[in-house]
């Protein structure tokens, strides 16, 4: 029989017995803990470096010694000796550090995985629960040295390189492994057009990378060690790209533009209109967002110092509509009754089939949707949020010219969609604008003197503190809107059913072009020269996009049997800027614990990094989306009663205890039906 | 528990007892006997047609009446009266005639599965052994029928269309099948673009076309039965299409044209030559044979009266060179030491992807090569003559300016390859020409008279049987050279070191301007006006062409232990055109029983078109050209040698029993070894 050792790996404090000279990397293995390498074990990538640790360890009765393992190899000292800033850096010395590969095991040792060397690497990703996010690309490397054919063995270059990749990939990965996944290895045809001239110019020593274990999709000649990926979110106005190592998930570049798309209609429904009227819309859309994402493909691989043909994978998101127009499938169905999509499953297609610039085999993954206004981009949350594994009940919402709505736990979820209109966004809003310097982000009106103060974008602190905040306001972005109205509310300058009380003295109060206003800035303090007041409208398009949303989370909580939800997740660019309790107060979002509302930013764009970097979550996320369930409000009979009932601050039939200190003491009268018809 | 009835089967005669009330067709596939249908048993496509046989079977003990099966459905009444004609002309009733589908049993019944209701189908292909071909192409049609989504059930279109023909292909195929494989239906990205229009347009009724069970390729309004594909041989010279019926194997048209490619070199070694001289030769020689493929495929749609778009499948074989070509590959390594391949074995690849206008998603198929200069063609010869199944030792020979050669039998193959020069097809030789209208095609030399005779292609006869032949000579193709050189050896014009007898006393025995000669036509018996001779040149090339071939074959033997092959398999036309006895005179074939010796035509082209109709073949000839063995034959210590002594008629060291009476008393001095540079 074998002799044995006992070995202890930290920091895991994996320990247990291994047979005598197998190497550490091998042992830890079986120990369960996977120590990086890409080298096939040639002591060539460094990706295994441990440490072993030299005494006495009481606390498990055992003594390690470096004399315990083989010797330094020439291999080893060879490539240590080639990074003497590594060993200086650290404060390593050859012996110590070793190549888990190459060091065999000779007796009790205590070994130091150093989290460089880990495998499964993490990412943390905050979120409603701050959580890590395993490194499982879908593109792995390897490095493959092979003897050089000759007359005796004139086998093909695929076949060589296939039998190279074989013996990698089982020293990579385990033997286990292989003989379950890899029997059916293949090679893009675009790869294989210049493999041939690749060995030979690489003298029969290539890094390799394969497509989820499967495919071939890039030879590179020499070492290389990382890869490349891009997480895109394609947002209706804004399209925004994450550059991903692949190996690490470090992002190297974040690189966003305006949709293109918008020049042909503000929002999805125009486009679907564009596309049906005009015989080569959908070819200009779907061209248009193609030369987009080329070009911060381009940008990014800048930023990063990378080529675009390194770029192995894109992983892709958006709203159904979006979706379509990437793909180039007519949209013209998701915008007619019964509203269906071409396709609920993820695609996967050819970087080179849609004219998109990464490495021509490269792989583009489009998340899955689920229904016609719930797009990939819904996925992509549920994703980044992961309600399926909840037990309590979630309500995600994402907030954009259309709302979508995820309710549940992991038991089951629902969801649905409504348009909210652009005034949540600052469009239709008289004085709206987006985010950008000149826009007030905050209001406050003091409810003794009617006076307002605001906060301004590049601007420090309130208006009415500085003298230099004079002459810089342009307009009036989201969530000074919502602020606004709900200040104008607070306040008692609107009354529950949002109509101005005009019996109250203050010149910011008055009649203006349109109806009553209320003026948050005089013509002095803007850069515009006019007054920039908040209108009767303005606080309709507030109420009508507030009712939307807020009747469509109250059907799915109805729906599913609940009162209202343990948590609220605010998901978007909108949900990270408005103030939750302003947001509460005018009844945009359902009664909750304050502390249980969360705003998680691009929780899309997460889902789309987090898909990217880990595969296992792709088969999640479309297996996910196959159970949920989906809501079309106006099939449902109570929503045009709910609706109006909704219009009011905060509501006109629904209790807000965690806000009810905020509203004003006037109350709205509740058989006030016919508001709206003012 | 369920009654049970008797039921048999003609013409298998397969019997057994059924459940109560289960329909013909599925009662037949659990007997094993298959029977087609592609409308999934809606009563819509026919092809499950049966007859049921009235009387008492004394054979069987067995009453069958056609009241102990269900009565005619109103869909069984339609779809007959829709055929009248049908039932004329083949003398059945309805009644008699049933849908197996709709059909159901309840009593003994006696079963007529007629020809066309036959599953797994089958050609018969004329080959060395005659044998049948089972029908099981990778593309196969299903009728879906789908209700329309509606707000109650927005599913997508693809989810929708993919549970609908999973529903059919199950009733078509049998459960059990379905389990283990359709698990993971995809659909091709460009036939997903259009599929929501064809979907509407087609009112949720389709035919889907299916490539290897796993993705939908095609997707067609309404009914649809058939399908199509192409096979090809692209030869160095002639490159040959045939597009075939995939259901039934019908072979629908063949067309041919010359390869392009022949302007940038005659032979392999030319055309990798200029790929390697010319920055762009590669990407011309391409585009050439695509174009030409693009042409062919045109013709033949065009003679068959079909859409080229509606061939989903096209398998293409061809030697290594034609191959890389083909796929874009960069030849060099093909010629250069050490004779390698870019890959072995077969390239499935999107037509698009190489710009073959059949449907954009259909596969294009690519046999394995074998080795640098044993290629595709060469595992399409193998597929088409089986020696791997003989028990028998086959040796398949298909000539052409390079020689493949493969010996063996289910045991062992073994291959290797020759360059025979373009002399054996009529060039190089001085009056050598294609077989075309005007060129002789046989000789015949008279012992004693030294008088030839000759036939010509175009003319019936001899030439000295009719005054006709007058000024219709042209020249000499490659079976009358073979004919020429035996027939001046069998009349001892030349001697068995192939030097001209000068002593004989013949007119047509003369010094002509390069050497000696002998003329077969004079000058008034040609449309060329001048005499055409074959010369002492023309008889060496011969020889040496001829020497390649043998020594080749020699090796394979001596490699293999074997003394001498139990048949021998002549490919391609050269093969079919020569005379078997002759060409065993000269000693281009290893001695053999002269029966044994077969033409089979283009094999190449029959292992493609084997191919395109079975898909259990491809596999087939994938793992049987892996274990082929190669040798290179210049690296035979012994080939120098053995080529000098097969240079002479018939053999210098060999006997020859099977045409020893052919052979003149004149003997060759066995060690005359310095005849070749005379």
Chains 1, 2 share one sequence.
Not at 238 to 243: C, F, I, P, R, S
Not at 292 to 301: E, F, S, V
Not at 631 to 649: G, K, R, V, W
Request: hydrophobic letters at 40%.
């Amino acid at each position: 029989m074998t002799k044995k050792h006992n070995i202890i790996l930290q920091p895991s404090g994996s320990r247990g017995q291994v047979e005598e000279g197998i190497s550490i990397r091998s042992a830890a293995r079986d120990l369960g803990v996977e120590i990086e390498s890409i080298c096939a074990e040639n002591a060539t990538c460094g990706k295994c470096m441990v440490l072993i640790e030299e005494g006495r360890f009481e606390k498990y009765n055992m003594d390690s010694r470096r004399e315990n393992v083989s010797p330094v190899t020439t291999e080893e000292a060879a490539y240590f000796a080639r990074r003497p800033k590594l060993l200086k850096d650290k404060g390593w010395q050859v012996g110590q550090v070793r190549l888990s590969c190459q060091c065999k095991i000779h007796g009790d040792v205590l070994i130091n995985v150093p989290e460089e060397s880990r495998g499964n690497k993490q990412i943390v990703r905050k979120s409603a629960t701050q959580r890590e996010i395993e490194i499982k690309p879908a593109i792995r490397k390897y490095l493959v040295t092979m003897s050089p054919p000759n007359l005796e063995r004139p086998i093909a270059d695929w076949e060589r390189l296939a039998k190279g990749l074989e013996t990698s990939m089982a020293l990579v990965r385990g033997t286990e492994e292989k003989l379950s996944r890899w029997h059916e290895m293949g090679i893009d045809y675009q790869c294989l057009r210049t493999l041939s001239s690749t060995l030979r110019e690489a003298k029969w020593n290539v890094t390799v990378s394969v497509w989820q274990d499967r495919e071939v999709v890039q030879v590179q000649a020499g070492y290389h060690e990382d890869s490349y990926g891009a997480a895109v979110d394609i947002g209706s106005t804004t399209v925004a790209l994450y550059l991903c190592n692949l190996r690490t998930g470090e992002m190297l570049a974040a690189e966003s533009e305006m949709n293109p798309q918008i020049v042909y209609g503000e929002d999805v429904m125009s486009r679907i209109q564009y596309t049906i009227e005009h015989k080569d819309g959908l070819e200009k859309l779907h061209k248009a967002i193609i030369a987009t994402l080329n070009k911060l493909l381009k940008q990014a691989a800048k930023t990063a110092k990378i080529k675009t043909e390194d770029i192995l994978e894109m992983v892709l998101v958006g709203n159904s509509t979006m979706h379509h127009l990437l793909l180039n499938l007519h949209p013209k169905d998701l915008g007619l009754a019964p509203f269906v999509p071409a396709i609920h499953r993820s695609v996967d297609v050819k970087a080179r089939e849609l004219g998109l610039h990464i490495n021509s085999a490269g792989n583009i993954h489009i998340l899955p949707t689920i229904a016609s206004f719930v797009g990939a981009d819904t996925s992509a949350m549920i994703l980044a949020e992961e309600p399926h594994k909840q037990e309590e009940n979630w309500l995600l919402i994402d907030v954009g010219t259309n709302a979508e709505l995820v309710l549940g736990n992991r038991k089951r979820l629902v969801c649905t969609s409504t348009p909210t209109g652009p005034a949540l966004e600052g469009a239709h809003v008289e004085y709206g604008m987006r985010a950008a310097p000149g826009a007030m982000e905050r209001i406050v009106i003091d409810e003794n003197t009617l006076e307002p103060k605001y906060k301004v974008i590049g601007v420090d602190g309130w208006n009415i503190d500085h003298a230099d905040f004079k002459g810089k306001v342009k307009g009036i972005c989201g969530s000074a809107i919502i602020d606004g109205v709900a200040e104008l509310f607070r306040a008692g300058i609107v009354d529950s059913r949002g109509k101005f009380n005009t019996k109250l003295s203050s010149n910011r109060i008055r009649k203006g072009e349109s109806g009553w206003e209320y003026v948050i800035a005089w013509a002095e303090e803007t850069s515009i020269g006019r007054d920039i007041p908040m209108t009767q409208q303005d606080v309709r398009q507030i109420q009508l996009a507030k009712a939307a949303l807020f009747t469509a989370a109250r059907t799915l909580l109805k729906r599913s049997g609940l009162e209202s939800p343990d948590k609220i997740i605010l998901a978007g660019g909108f949900g990270s800027y408005i103030d939750k309790e302003k947001a509460m107060l005018i009844g945009l979002i359902p009664d909750c614990v304050l502390e249980n509302v969360y705003a998680v930013g691009n929780a899309a764009g997460d889902g789309a990094r987090i898909a990217l970097l880990n595969i296992e979550k792709r088969r999640e996320i479309e297996s996910i989306t196959r159970t949920v369930e989906r809501f079309e409000l106006p099939t449902d009979p109570e929503f045009q009663n709910q609706f109006m009932l909704a219009t009011s601050f905060p509501h006109m039939s629904e209790p807000f205890p965690h806000i009810a200190h905020l509203i004003p003491n006037r109350v709205a009268d509740p058989m006030a039906k016919n508001f709206m018809s003012k």
